[in-house]
Structure formats: structure tokens, C-alpha cells
């Protein structure tokens, strides 16, 4: 044989393999279990069917049956992962509806084509199992009587194989046994192809689409980043409060303490100390003030967006145009991004572009439908899309299914450009 | 003496504030603690000005803001100061709108300066304005181009006839004479195109009114 010695190795191998025999012990669990099945999916669906203009009949029966086949497709992904070590993903929780009063279908479960996958499978389960079990058996029953053929062949009638009516003879036995080597060496490939496929079946109709899988994946790194988004912020909101207000808080607390000390001998001291005070106590106030805009502005809340950008842009030590287009107001969820979004850039643009003037443009493209920001400066550019900042602008922004894109090379201008759906 | 009506839902401050006004010789005729009861005070007492929380019960958004309009749209003689832990363009807008008469929108902070706040209260019951400084800046930083043609002292003295100070108290604040706001306030006046024979109130007005008109 002309085949690399590895290849051979494997096909002798495969021969006794775990992974072999139980693929073969799957095709005939599978022929067991589908047999059984059929016969409490099918009377079920008839009966709940025809029972349905009935409905206080048909429904409960029909209830059962679907309950049954949910039960049946969570069994055989088990069996699956067991026998063939292949995973088949369930549906992600509240993708499916459910029952009420434990054995009424809901409606939308009468629609999901999820639904009538699972009884398509339930149904076919017994046939394509025999079917696979058959082919199994038939390869390897051919592949051994095939081998052994020199051993028996005497005792058949004629004294040769009969193949296609003619008579074989003895000294041809054993090229027949030799092919028959063949044939064995094939029935471990085609009991696993048959179990492959199988698992490709089984997955097409138990699983999710694999466009809802990759959506899962997809949400949760979102869902990740979201997280480290928000805990981020909230070390941020800790530290500025424990180097501001409340060192602030404590300077204050202090200087009072020493006033009060001096009142009784020296009245000037005491009252530069309540001045000194004072001052600290408006500076905390100023700095919680700042903070508090940073989390959330009020006026967002109460104004929108338009309000919440005029202010920052107001605020802006270097000149910021600002141009609002939205025919209607976003969910608060949405504007909260959006300011947040337009507030990162614009303090990223304050700190380190050195641009002489920046642009907010914000425009809503239907309901639902995208808002579409998009800051620029005429900066030096540069601005890392890894960074700190920008980074957690992109997990605040994945995290409401959006999208950012950060275009800043060296020499300038910036341009980042967000998409929220709204 | 001035008659107060106080609308603040924080126990803390409207206690403080009841106490600070009684101090400087104010007579406080209501403390009410939403905007509902600051209503009924107004009717009953006719107080010369009220001194209004921007965030109340029920919602704690803008109750005051929109009590502060209806007054002054129902009882013109009252003055509203509305008081804010944060200020923002937008509310100054709406408040203004229309005339600055007797109207002030102020950080909650400003009352720690008490001197300037209570001068601030007097000026909203004669019919005067005061508009906090950081909303004064707002104004100013939104309308940017079209002040480019003032140098920055004459800029300083535009913030201040914002806030609604008079030509007196600019002069002490920006240490100068009289003579020389004056000045100022002329060049001010020509290089924007404005009347400059208005005095007083309707000069804050038609210097609110400029900035206004360039920022929206």
C-alpha cells in the first residue's frame, strides 16, 4: 500500500477505538430511543391537532407533546455530548417561550420554527438511526464474512462464492479476503462519517442558529467589557471623591476645629482661620459639582441632549460648534452614551490635540433607528484607540450595540464617529 | 426689610436659609416645601420675592424652574431667585426669556458668600437680575465670534452687566472709577450695535437679549 505509514496506523486503530464503537452503540441507542419516541410524538400531535377546534381538548395534549419534545431535544443533546463528545448548544435562556399553566403552549411557541424542529427531529429520529445502524452493521457484517471468506468457503454449496451467479473459486477466496481488509479497514470511517453527520443533523435542528450563537458570543464580550467599563468608572468616582471633597471636607473640618481653639484668645486668628475655611468649603462644593456632571448632568434628564451638549460645549475651554439634528428624543439610556461619548472626546480633545477649535455634529436617522455622532477637531492627532479613555468609550458604546471608530493619524484631525442604535 | 417666601425641600437648607434671611433682617412669610405650597404661600402672603429650589418633590427635575415662570407670569410684582446646585445655559434661557425683570438664577453655593448673595435677593425684589457668573460665561463662551471684536476688560464688563450688577458695584468689583465703566460700557455698546442710552435693568436686558439672540 502506498499510503504514509501514519495513515495506516490510524486506520488500524480505528478499528478498535473508543470513539468507533461508540458511535456504532449511538446509531443503535438512537434506533431504541426513536422508535420508542414516535410513538408518543406522533398519536400526541395527531390527537392534539385534530383535538384543537376543541381546544380546551387539543391544547393540553398538544402541550404535552411539545413539553415532551423540548424534554426529548435537552435528552439527546445529552446523549450526543455523551456518546460522540459533541456539544450542541442549547438555546440561550429567553430566547424560547414557554407554556402556560404548565402544559398550554403559548402562541409564539406554536410559531417557532424551533418548535417544529424539535418535532421534525423527535419524528425522524427512529428512521435515520436504522438507517445509519443499517449501513454500520452492513459495512462491517460485508468487511468481516468478506475476510474469513477462505475459512468457510468449502462448505458453500457448489464449492465457491457466488457473486452475480458465477461461481468463484477457491484460489480467488483469498483476493475476496484481501478486499475484504479493505472493507473493514473502511467501517470504522463510515460508522464515525455517519455519527459526524448525524451530530451535523442534530445540531441543525436542536440547536440555535449559529448566527444567535455567534450573537451570544458577540454580547457577551460586550457584556465583559460593559462591566469593566462601569468599574472603572466607579474607581474613578472613588478616587476623585477621596482626593477632593473629601480631603476638602476633612481641611475644613479641621481649620473650624482650630478656630473654635482660638476664639477665646485671639479673635484674629480665629477668624482668618473661619475665612480659610470657607473657602476650602466652597472649593468642595465646586469639585463635587464637577463630579456630579461627569456621571450624569441633570439637565440631560430633564432637557435632552441638545441642552446637556450646549453646556459642555460652553464649558469647553477651546471653541466647540455644536449642531444637534434629531427628530425625536432617544431612551435616556442612549443619551446618557451619547453625552458621554461627546464629554470623553471633548476633554480628550482639551488635553491633548492642542486644536484651536473642535465640531459636535449629532444626527438621528429615524425611530428606531441609528444616532450618529461625530466629533472632530483640526488637532495634531495621534489619539490612541487602545488607550485608557478611548477604550472605555468603545465598551460604554459596544455595550448599547453601537459602534465607534476612532480616525486620528499623526498630524491630525481627529474624527470619532459613533453609531448608537436608537 | 424683605418679604420671603423660601421653596426647599432639603430640612437642612431651608432651615439654614430661614435662619440667614431672619439674621440679615428679612421677615421669611413661607417655607414651603414643594412647588404646590410655595403657590399657595405667594397667593396668601404676596411675599416681594421668593427663593426657589430647582429640584422638588414630586419629580426632582425642574418643578422650581417652572413654578419660578408661573409666577412671574401670574404675580409680576414678585421676584423670583432661583437657586441651583448646578447651573446650565439653558434653564438661564428659558427663565429670561421674555424680560430678566426680577428674576435671578444662582449656584446654591453663592449663599456661603452672604454678602453678595443677599445683595443678589435685593436686586430680584426691586425688579432687578442676577444671573450666576458660570451661566454668565456659558453665555458668553457660546457666543464667541461675535465678541471677538471687545478686548477682554470690556468682556469683563459685558459678564458683569449680565449678572445684573450696576455700574457702581462693576466699578468696586473691577476696581476702577465710575467714569471709566462708563467708558467701557459705551465702547461696549457701540462695537455690538446696541442702544447705549438704556440704563439699568433694560440695559441687562439688552445685553441678555444680544447674547441670547447670538447663541440660539
Redesign the interface.
Known amino acids: 500500500m502506498a499510503w504514509p505509514s501514519v495513515t495506516r496506523m490510524y486506520l488500524v486503530r480505528d478499528l478498535v477505538s473508543p470513539r468507533t464503537w461508540l458511535s456504532f452503540i449511538h446509531h443503535f441507542i438512537g434506533v431504541c430511543v426513536g422508535a420508542l419516541v414516535v410513538w408518543i410524538v406522533v398519536p400526541g400531535l395527531v390527537i392534539g391537532m385534530l383535538g384543537l377546534p376543541v381546544a380546551l381538548i387539543g391544547m393540553p395534549v398538544l402541550g404535552a407533546t411539545l413539553r415532551f419534545t423540548d424534554w426529548f431535544a435537552r435528552a439527546e443533546r445529552t446523549r450526543f455530548a455523551v456518546t460522540l463528545g459533541e456539544e450542541i448548544p442549547g438555546w440561550p435562556a429567553g430566547t424560547r417561550s414557554g407554556y402556560r399553566l404548565r402544559l398550554l403552549p403559548r402562541f409564539d411557541k406554536l410559531g417557532e420554527r424551533a418548535t417544529w424542529r424539535e418535532v421534525l427531529y423527535a419524528v425522524t429520529r427512529g428512521p435515520l438511526s436504522a438507517a445509519a445502524a443499517f449501513v454500520s452493521l452492513g459495512v462491517w457484517a460485508v468487511g468481516l464474512i468478506m475476510v474469513t471468506l477462505p475459512l468457510f468457503d468449502w462448505s458453500l454449496p457448489g464449492g465457491g462464492f457466488h457473486i452475480d451467479g458465477g461461481t468463484l473459486h477457491e484460489s480467488k477466496a483469498v483476493a475476496v479476503a484481501v478486499a475484504g481488509v479493505l472493507v473493514l479497514l473502511a467501517a470504522p470511517q463510515v460508522t464515525k462519517g455517519l455519527a459526524v453527520a448525524d451530530a451535523a443533523l442534530a445540531r441543525r435542528l436542536l440547536g440555535p442558529p449559529s448566527s444567535l450563537a455567534a450573537r451570544v458570543a458577540e454580547l457577551e464580550l460586550s457584556r465583559e467589557r460593559v462591566v469593566d467599563a462601569a468599574e472603572a468608572e466607579r474607581k474613578r468616582i472613588e478616587r476623585d471623591l477621596h482626593d477632593g471633597a473629601q480631603q476638602r471636607l476633612v481641611a475644613l473640618a479641621m481649620e473650624l476645629g482650630r478656630a473654635k481653639a482660638r476664639f477665646g484668645d485671639d479673635i484674629d486668628a480665629a477668624r482668618d482661620l473661619v475665612d480659610s475655611a470657607?473657602a476650602q468649603?466652597?472649593a468642595a462644593?465646586?469639585e463635587l459639582?464637577d463630579l456630579?456632571?461627569g456621571v450624569h448632568?441633570?439637565?440631560l434628564?430633564?432637557?435632552g441632549l441638545d441642552?446637556a451638549l450646549?453646556?459642555l460645549?460652553?464649558?469647553?475651554p477651546i471653541?466647540v460648534d455644536v449642531h444637534v439634528d434629531m427628530p425625536v428624543r432617544p431612551k435616556p439610556l442612549i443619551e446618557a452614551v451619547a453625552y458621554f461619548v461627546v464629554a470623553e472626546a471633548l476633554t480628550n480633545v482639551a488635553k491633548h490635540s492642542r486644536a484651536s477649535q473642535a465640531k459636535v455634529v449629532v444626527e438621528g436617522h429615524g425611530y428606531p433607528g441609528v444616532l450618529a455622532i461625530m466629533i472632530s477637531d483640526d488637532g495634531v492627532g495621534g489619539a490612541d484607540p487602545q488607550g485608557a479613555g478611548l477604550s472605555g468609550l468603545a465598551g460604554r458604546v459596544t455595550g448599547v450595540d453601537g459602534r465607534l471608530t476612532v480616525e486620528s493619524p499623526y498630524g491630525g484631525p481627529t474624527i470619532i464617529a459613533a453609531e448608537l442604535p436608537c | 426689610m424683605l418679604r420671603v417666601a423660601i421653596a426647599e425641600d432639603s430640612v437642612l437648607l431651608r432651615e439654614g436659609l430661614t435662619r440667614l434671611l431672619a439674621e440679615a433682617g428679612h421677615e421669611v412669610v413661607a417655607a414651603a416645601t414643594d412647588a404646590e405650597g410655595l403657590m399657595r404661600a405667594v397667593e396668601a402672603c404676596a411675599p416681594d420675592v421668593c427663593v426657589i429650589d430647582v429640584?422638588m418633590p414630586p419629580t426632582f427635575?425642574?418643578e422650581g424652574l417652572r413654578a419660578a415662570l408661573v409666577i412671574r407670569d401670574r404675580w409680576p410684582d414678585t421676584g423670583v431667585l432661583v437657586l441651583s446646585?448646578?447651573v446650565?445655559?439653558?434653564?438661564a434661557t428659558e427663565l429670561i426669556s421674555g424680560s430678566p425683570h426680577g428674576v435671578g438664577y444662582l449656584?446654591?453655593?453663592r449663599v456661603?458668600?452672604v454678602t453678595e448673595f443677599l445683595d443678589a435677593l435685593r436686586r430680584v425684589a426691586e425688579g432687578g437680575s442676577a444671573l450666576d457668573p458660570e451661566v454668565v460665561?456659558?453665555?458668553l463662551?457660546?457666543s464667541?465670534?461675535p465678541l471677538s471684536v471687545l478686548t477682554s476688560r470690556e468682556r469683563e464688563v459685558l459678564a458683569l452687566m449680565a449678572e445684573g450688577r450696576s455700574n457702581s458695584a462693576i466699578a468696586e468689583t473691577m476696581v476702577v472709577s465710575g467714569g471709566a465703566v462708563g467708558k467701557h460700557i459705551n465702547s461696549i455698546f457701540s462695537k455690538l450695535g446696541l442702544v447705549s442710552d438704556e440704563h439699568g435693568h433694560r440695559r441687562v436686558l439688552a445685553v441678555l437679549h444680544y447674547l441670547n439672540g447670538v447663541t440660539s
Open positions: 470657607h468649603a466652597k462644593l465646586t459639582r456630579v456632571r448632568p441633570p439637565v434628564t430633564d432637557r441642552a450646549s453646556g460645549a460652553a464649558r469647553s471653541p | 429640584r427635575t425642574d446646585q448646578w446650565e445655559e439653558r434653564y449656584l446654591k453655593d456661603a458668600d460665561a456659558q453665555l463662551a457660546r464667541r465670534s
